[in-house]
C-alpha cells in the first residue's frame, strides 16, 4: 500500500508547480575510476586489484556543479572550489546550455587537448520509466532507464514532476520532470542533487557573452568521441582520462 501511495503521490503532485519552473540545484558529481577500469575489456583481473589497493580510497570525492534553469532554458556547469591553501582553480571548461523551447543545446567543453563548442539539436533519448521511487534533496523522484551505445553506458536517472521542466544534470533530458539523481553504469559515476532553491520571479541563466573555441556540430562532435573510444580501447588505454565520462 505504501508503494502504491507514494507512486499516486508522484503521478499526481501539483502543489505551486507554477512557481516551481525556475531556480538553481546544487550537486555533487562522483567519479568512481576503479570501476571504470574495472568495464574496460581489456583489463585483467590482477590489474583491477591492483588498481583498487592503490587508488581505492582516492575515488568517489564530490565535485559540486549547478543547474540554472527556468521553463524556457537551462545550463550546467561546476562549480569552482578552492583548495587547502585558499586557492581557487578551474576545471576544465565545461558548460552545457539548453534551450526547451526550440529543442537546441550549445555545449562548450574540453576534449583532447582543445576546447569546442558543441551545437545543434538537443540528443534524442530513449527512456523507460521503472516502478522505483527514491527521495532527492526533498523531492519524491521516479527512476528511469536510458543506453548511451557511443560510451556503452546504462544511465539511470531519477526526475520529479514536482519541478515541472525537462531538464537535468550531465546534459540529460527528455523525461517528464526535473532529473535529480544519475547513476552511470552501476556506480561508475553518480550525479545526485544536495540542494534545490527555486526563485519566485523569472530566472535569468547566467550564459556567458563570448565563448572561445572551435565550433562543431552534434554528429562531428559524436564521430570524433566513437573514434577516441575505441582506439583507445583497441590500443588497451582508458578513453576516459581525456574525455568526460
Request: net charge negative; glycine share 6%; aromatic share 12%.
Amino acid at each position: 500500500m505504501r508503494l502504491v501511495y507514494l507512486v499516486c503521490a508522484l503521478a499526481f503532485a501539483n502543489v505551486s508547480l507554477a512557481q516551481n519552473d525556475r531556480g538553481q540545484i546544487e550537486f555533487e558529481r562522483r567519479t568512481y575510476w576503479i570501476e571504470i577500469m574495472s568495464s574496460l575489456p581489456y583489463m585483467t583481473q590482477e590489474e583491477i586489484d591492483r588498481d583498487r589497493l592503490t587508488w581505492g580510497k582516492n575515488q568517489g570525492r564530490p565535485q559540486p556543479h549547478i543547474l540554472y534553469f527556468n521553463k524556457d532554458e537551462s545550463l550546467y556547469t561546476f562549480v569552482e572550489q578552492e583548495n587547502e591553501y585558499g586557492y581557487s582553480w578551474k576545471k576544465d571548461k565545461f558548460m552545457l546550455i539548453r534551450d526547451h523551447k526550440t529543442q537546441t543545446s550549445e555545449d562548450y567543453l574540453d576534449m583532447l587537448g582543445k576546447t569546442y563548442i558543441i551545437e545543434g539539436a538537443v540528443p534524442k533519448r530513449k527512456w523507460k520509466i521503472l516502478n522505483e521511487i527514491m527521495e532527492i534533496a526533498g523531492y519524491l523522484c521516479m527512476k528511469a532507464e536510458t543506453y548511451d551505445p557511443i560510451k556503452d553506458q546504462t544511465i539511470h536517472a531519477w526526475f520529479t514532476n514536482q519541478i515541472p521542466v525537462r531538464s537535468g544534470p550531465e546534459g540529460f533530458d527528455g523525461l517528464p520532470g526535473m532529473i535529480l539523481g544519475l547513476d552511470i553504469n552501476e556506480g561508475c559515476l553518480t550525479v545526485f542533487a544536495t540542494k534545490v532553491s527555486l526563485d519566485g520571479e523569472e530566472s535569468g541563466i547566467p550564459k556567458p557573452e563570448k565563448m572561445k573555441g572551435k565550433r562543431i556540430n552534434r554528429s562531428e562532435y559524436n564521430e570524433k568521441l566513437t573514434k577516441w573510444i575505441t582506439e583507445s580501447i583497441e590500443g588497451e588505454k582508458n578513453p576516459y582520462w581525456q574525455v568526460r565520462y
